[in-house]
């Protein structure tokens, strides 16, 4: 990848990936004018309940399943890491690849939860931050704990988002489209048993994002 290369990342538990990971994730890439975003596959939520969530290499196998482009990219990468918070797998990330510019996506639902992520506003100042409207989330996510914080860094121009002091906060209202992944698993609650599945996947660990 050439130098400042650009690239959203986009964590999730991807249990199942859906039409809605992928709609945000090329969005965003047009609007940021990225280059790529990688879909970081979390190998087991901490503030999510273990009960009911799929092994990871059948998430993996659901996002390589959905994400059907050239510029989305999934990876394990914080299981082979080993990096059980945020802040340290963007922190992993930035050793690895000096030369790329990162972009953190998140959508509406996670904003309010975000003052529970540990270190939050180091992560806040290690990369910029994109928040997409999610139905029912995007309202209340203006008054979540972290915004308190947050507000004051709000930009506007997607646009020039390089060139940005840290921390910055760019909040995309549009509500793009409303699928969940628990959804999805109340109207199949089988769907993991159909996908194919890679064995070239790391040994799972535990993550705090959603």
């Known amino acids: 990848?050439?130098?400042?290369?650009?690239?959203?990342?986009?964590?999730?538990?991807?249990?199942?990936?859906?039409?809605?990971?992928r709609i945000i994730s090329l969005e965003v890439m047009r609007r940021f004018r990225l280059d790529e975003v990688w879909w970081l596959v979390?190998?087991?939520?901490?503030?999510?309940?273990?009960?009911?969530?799929?092994?990871?290499?059948?998430?993996?196998?659901?996002?390589r399943a959905v994400a059907r482009h050239p510029r989305l990219r999934v990876t394990d990468i914080e299981a082979r890491l080993g990096?059980?918070?945020?802040?340290?797998?963007?922190?992993?990330?930035?050793?690895l690849y000096p030369h790329l510019r990162f972009l953190w996506i998140m959508g509406a639902d996670n904003l309010l939860q975000f003052h529970r992520w540990t270190a939050?506003?180091?992560i806040a100042r290690s990369v910029p931050i994109v928040v997409v409207a999610r139905p029912?989330?995007?309202?209340r996510s203006q008054f979540a704990p972290a915004m308190g914080w947050l507000r004051r860094y709000r930009c506007s121009s997607p646009?020039?988002?390089?060139?940005?002091?840290?921390?910055?906060l760019f909040v995309l209202r549009e509500?793009?489209?409303?699928?969940s992944a628990t959804a999805i698993r109340?109207?199949?609650?089988h769907w993991a048993q159909s996908l194919p599945v890679s064995e070239n996947v790391a040994p799972a660990q535990a993550r705090e994002t959603a």
């Not at 029912?136 to 309202?139: H, I, R």
């Not at 646009?159 to 910055?168: D, E, F, H």
């Open 136 to 139: 029912g989330y995007t309202g």
């Open 120 to 122: 939050w506003r180091e």
């Open 186 to 189: 109340q109207a199949d609650p």
């Open 1 to 21: 990848m050439r130098r400042r290369h650009s690239v959203g990342l986009l964590g999730g538990s991807f249990n199942p990936a859906h039409g809605g990971h």
């Open 83 to 95: 990096t059980q918070r945020t802040v340290d797998t963007i922190a992993g990330l930035k050793a």
């Open 42 to 63: 979390s190998p087991q939520n901490p503030l999510k309940p273990a009960f009911g969530m799929a092994p990871l290499a059948v998430r993996m196998a659901s996002a």
């Open 175 to 179: 509500a793009l489209d409303p699928q």
């Open 159 to 168: 646009k020039n988002w390089r060139r940005q002091t840290l921390p910055a």
